[in-house]
RNA sequence: GGACGACUAGCUCAGCUGGUCAGAGCAUCUCGUUUACACCGAGAGGGUCAUAGGUUCGAAUCCUAUGUCGUCCACCA
């Protein structure tokens, strides 16, 4: 071949090269091993990654591609280093976000998913996961994930779905998974429960109203005129429309004004009921008027309150955000807004409205769609986390486990100490459905398993409905036989019990083949918004299931901002297209650009002019590599990869750098890598070797031994450079090596080559 | 309200256990047509390392306050 037509600009052959890695298959660590063990070469440990699979419900942004560029610079590293390498894919079935985004997907097509049936829904949803994950699939190999497709996983694949459900039925025996009566956020727009974690805290604007609850008694009337000017005790309420569900009025015990209103009554306006006034340490003497209405339903604090004082509990908004239960008529199918509306106008009607302020106070409101959550008292499944959240702790106390970097590990041990039991139920159509079977129905079951040591008998006369069926549960995946006493659960898992499972289910579980040979990974890369939703729960269930730490560490990859610093987003119309990135400046600089600018715990605005950059040392790499080919004369190339190479000083530099960049990957400090190959291929063997060998052959004739000896000796340190280079960059890389195949003065490829120093 | 992190050249950041640590890349400026590369080469300017104290023979590096920014957690009605 002609070595001078070769171009003088990096043309980028991304997806040959792609091409050639996949067709070697050597992505499959099996096949790894394989060559290894053909090739002579020592066999080392297993070195395996799963990959957080991205959400199959759309594309991929910059943020997941450039994550995935950590993964592969450690994987190739570790392939290249004797270790049967694994990175294992797949993609999230993500329950609430997919339904969420299918359903809009749905109403641009002027469907819904009422009208589709649950069924249909489903399927549709299977459809519409399958599309984009091919997508994605086809990004990941983009930024040139060297993972094995082989193996990749569906977090709904069937195989999945057992190992998941084995588990849950394991946790329900030993009665570590229950169905509990708990107060839990309910999204009223995604319609379904929430754990706490899935819920944010935003600030927005609302009202505080301080209403009059007049005393029952005259004489307390009378007393509380005196004292307050009013004839009731004065509360203070962000959320008025909650009024008609209180059962209590709570004071300090320790505070003056109350102290001896305490166990007299008041009558609840407008509900026209009378409640009584109880003292708690837990109210803030400071706070409003100091006394607090008590609404156990919708209230976390207040459901705590009212258990601690036996108070009834009444429900009068119900999932949808709208008000129900025994409340008047009028207010019956409100939305909270217009009710808290509606009330107020009325209470200052009856002139037992004393102000309202307008204050700036935090809302949880859903992580998913941002709707304000409503707290609900509901039957759940819960998780009890507390015995495994320890073992977590104990590993950190180890070091067994630790968090790059390391000031999010203290917010891990944090989550972990103060660990609440995780609702892991969610009403959703798309996901895992419970495997569960209630004989008799449901309601029968919580019904039994709230009124503790009652009989079916004892529903019937409590509630006056016939009980058809014995309140039995059933744990799996079919009903037991086919009487129709059987009523299936219809709540999906909370996407996180199965994705948790990751690092051994995709594995096979704790008896798959590839459990025994890959399990426990070596590191889990993720974007630090997910520490505790994945990680955390990770953890967890490897302690569980495998009583070990499915990982050593967790990497916290940085987060892309757009060039003025801002996060990128779809409605700022800042966001960068990959495809834009990629068709301009190729996958190597952009790796290269994230590698050194995207820390961990740090942010990374994109700038252009630093991505091109980077283009310009990955063109270097091509130009300088060219200039080496263009000088060996092809009568010499025989002699030259026969030629041994002595440890001449920049020999023995090379292997030294070869030492500490290797180092810098052990260490996870991809930056200084990155830095660290740079200056070494540009400023050391570019600008001073290639200059100094220039001269050094300048006068002597082809195939003399003074040409044999420096050029396989610049070769020799080219080669070299490549490998270590190549796990940052792999394409051009990998580009150089296949010309220097085609020249005879290498073989194979790049990618499963050896570096025999380290 | 609490926790954690950051504050080093115009910009994004390296500087781990105190003594060549005042650095890199990008940007700026000057010069340069040499066997590859102008997506190049040679060189230059630019920072009292947020502020105030303290420990020390010596601090960007340790301690204590303060300020600014960011992230996470939290039931303040």
């Not at 040591?453 to 058809?468: L, M, P, Q, R």
Request: contains cysteine.
């Amino acid at each position: 071949m002609d070595k001078d037509s070769i171009s003088k600009t990096f043309e980028s052959k991304e997806e040959e090269i792609y091409s050639l890695w996949e067709e070697s298959s050597l992505f499959n660590p099996d096949n790894m091993e394989k060559y290894l063990q053909e090739n002579g070469f020592n066999v080392k440990k297993p070195f395996t990654i799963t990959l957080p699979p991205p959400n199959a419900n759309g594309n991929l942004h910059l943020g997941h591609m450039c994550g995935y560029s950590f993964h592969d610079a450690i994987g190739r590293y570790m392939r290249m280093t004797g270790h049967p390498t694994l990175l294992l894919p797949g993609k999230d079935h993500a329950g609430i976000q997919t339904e969420t985004s299918f359903t809009k997907e749905l109403q641009k097509q002027g469907e819904s998913k009422w009208d589709l049936g649950r069924d249909e829904f489903y399927k549709r949803c299977y459809e519409f996961c399958m599309t984009n994950a091919q997508n994605a699939r086809s990004q990941e190999k983009r930024i040139g994930l060297s993972a094995d497709y082989s193996r990749e996983f569906f977090t709904l694949d069937p195989r999945l779905t057992k190992i998941v459900y084995e588990t849950f039925y394991k946790m329900f025996k030993e009665g570590m998974v229950y169905r509990d009566k708990r107060i839990v956020n309910v999204c009223p727009n995604c319609k379904t429960a929430l754990a706490d974690i899935d819920t944010e805290h935003e600030e927005k604007r609302g009202i505080f109203a301080y209403i009059i609850y007049p005393f029952v008694e005259e004489e307390d009337k009378k007393k509380a005129m005196e004292r307050f000017g009013v004839e009731g005790i004065t509360v203070a309420t962000t959320r008025p429309e909650t009024m008609i569900g209180d059962t209590a009025v709570a004071v300090n015990p320790k505070d003056e004004r109350y102290k001896e209103f305490v166990g007299k009554k008041v009558l609840l306006p407008i509900a026209e009921r009378e409640i009584p006034i109880i003292a708690d340490e837990a109210i803030d003497i400071e706070v409003g008027t100091g006394a607090l209405k008590v609404t156990p339903a919708h209230s976390p604090i207040d459901f705590e309150i009212g258990k601690k004082h036996g108070l009834e509990v009444m429900n009068v908004i119900d999932e949808e955000g709208k008000m129900t239960g025994q409340i008047p008529e009028r207010f019956k199918g409100m939305g909270t807004i217009d009710c808290s509306k509606a009330l107020v106008k009325e209470l200052d009607e009856l002139k037992l409205l004393v102000k309202i302020e307008n204050i700036k106070h935090d809302v949880a409101v859903c992580e998913r769609c941002g709707t304000s959550i409503e707290p609900i008292i509901s039957n759940q499944w819960y998780l009890n986390v507390e015995p495994l959240a320890k073992k977590a702790l104990e590993a950190i106390k180890k070091g067994e486990y630790k968090v790059v970097p390391s000031g999010q590990q203290k917010a891990l041990e944090y989550f972990f100490e103060n660990i609440q039991p995780w609702c892991i139920s969610r009403q959703l159509w798309w996901g895992q459905r419970i495997p569960v079977w209630y004989n008799g129905g449901k309601k029968l079951y919580d019904w039994l398993n709230e009124n503790n040591g009652k009989t079916v008998s004892d529903y019937e006369e409590t509630t006056g409905i016939k009980a058809n069926g014995t309140g039995e549960i059933f744990l799996g995946e079919n009903a037991p036989d086919d009487s129709d006493v059987w009523e299936a659960e219809t709540d999906m898992f909370d996407t996180w019990f199965s994705s948790g499972q990751w690092p051994y289910s995709t594995l096979g579980g704790v008896d798959g083949e590839d459990f025994k040979k890959y399990y426990p990974t070596q590191l889990m890369v993720h974007a630090r918004d997910i520490l505790f939703w994945w990680s955390a729960r990770m953890i967890m269930f490897g302690f569980y299931k495998t009583d070990e730490v499915p990982f050593p560490a967790t990497f916290l990859t940085g987060m892309i901002l757009a060039s003025d610093g801002s996060k990128m987003s779809k409605s700022k119309g800042n966001g960068v297209e990959p495809q834009e990135v990629f068709g301009k400046y190729g996958a190597d600089s952009l790796r290269l650009w994230y590698y050194s600018d995207a820390l961990p715990g740090s942010n990374a605005p994109l700038r252009e002019e630093k991505i091109k950059g980077n283009r310009n040392f990955v063109n270097k790499i091509w130009n300088a590599s060219r200039f080496i080919l263009m000088n060996i004369d092809e009568s010499e190339i025989d002699e030259i990869i026969g030629c041994d190479v002595k440890d001449t000083e920049r020999v023995l530099k090379t292997k030294e750098h070869l030492e500490k960049v290797g180092k810098y990957i052990e260490k996870y400090q991809f930056n200084l890598g990155a830095e660290a190959i740079r200056e070494f291929f540009w400023h050391e063997l570019c600008d001073k070797w290639i200059e100094e060998i220039k001269n050094e052959i300048k006068d002597s004739p082809v195939g003399s031994d003074i040409r044999k000896e420096k050029l396989s000796e610049l070769l020799y340190i080219l080669k070299e450079n490549l490998k270590i280079m190549h796990p940052f960059i792999p394409f051009v890389t990998e580009a150089v090596w296949q010309e220097l195949v085609k020249l005879g003065l290498a073989k194979g490829m790049l990618m499963s080559q050896q570096m025999m120093s380290l």
